[in-house]
DNA sequence: GGGTTGACCAATG
DNA sequence: TCATTGGCCAACC
């Protein structure tokens, strides 16, 4: 499987945010890691093409923060679902940082 | 075939 | 913490 379809691959990186539960986030790095296709770059492609049908402010960058453009809309939600957010608006990757492990306890409380 | 761009990441100062 | 640099791979012209 090295060469998988564009569009296969979509279905799994869309399928992948779907699985983050609210008030946690994860990143590009860690969604590539998962299906083992591409780079952080190509999930970011995607995300920026069918990111919009999935809860795509749940997905962030390696120190937590977000596209300017999406940052904004993406506080919103984070105010909304609780999620932790540090002093410099990003996301707080130590408290909410999902990586797809089975050992999913410990929260942001 | 070559140059440029992109919802990126890690290392360095 | 912020800015810079090098690497990565695919899409576009």
Known sequence: MTAPDPEAYVEQVLSLVEQVPPGR???????????????????????????????????????????PSHGLEARARYREEGTALLASGRVDLRRCGWWFDPDDADGPG
């Open 25 to 67: 986030a994860t990143t590009y790095g860690a969604l590539a890691a998962v299906v083992g296709w591409g780079g952080p770059r190509r999930v970011g492609a995607v995300m920026a093409q069918w990111g919009g049908g999935v809860a795509w402010w749940r997905v962030v960058r390696a120190d937590g923060s977000l596209p």
